[in-house]
């Protein structure tokens, strides 16, 4: 998979805008490339490779992105799905690191689902010698009440 974007000033008609609408409004010219490489190499592992540029006429607000996962469908014993990415980022005035796991699983037979998550985000700012590491976990639970009903829990 592989795309492009240019956007260019937006032109609103209707009277009312909202923070968002207002700031693309003002943007100036950005485009983007984005490609996607996605690849079973065995029946249940998923491996995924992709890259974006954004870059505008003036040069500011570069920014280049990679981002890799793999992701296992069906584990062994213990069931459920699994997943580990890593995404890099750089711009003009920070570079991050982001990995994280992912492990999902249905508890009753769709009715019930639950996902664990965790992670590791380290951003660097280009211009200043400071680093900010977080690390994240949480879980989720799903609850299908009727067919096309949802109770979403979090914790």
Excluded: C, W
Excluded at 1 to 28: F, W
Excluded at 81 to 102: D, E, G, I
């Amino acid at each position: 998979m592989v795309s492009h974007d240019t956007r260019k000033r937006i032109i609103y008609y209707e009277t009312y805008r909202t923070d968002i609408e207002q700031l693309l409004a003002n943007d100036q010219e950005r485009q983007g490339v984005r490609t996607r490489l996605n690849l079973r190499p065995v029946k249940l592992i998923h491996v995924g490779l992709s890259y974006a540029k954004r870059y505008q006429v003036n040069s500011d607000n570069q920014s280049d992105n990679v981002s890799v996962y793999v992701g296992h469908s069906s584990l062994p014993k213990i069931g459920g799905r699994a997943s580990l990415s890593l995404n890099f980022n750089q711009s003009s005035y920070l570079k991050s690191k982001v990995v994280s796991l992912r492990y999902s699983r249905e508890i009753i037979p769709r009715k019930l689902n639950m996902d664990f998550y965790a992670g590791y985000v380290n951003y660097s700012y280009v211009e200043r010698p400071i680093d900010s590491n977080q690390q994240y976990a949480g879980a989720s639970f799903l609850y299908n009440m009727r067919n096309k009903t949802l109770l979403i829990g979090l914790g």
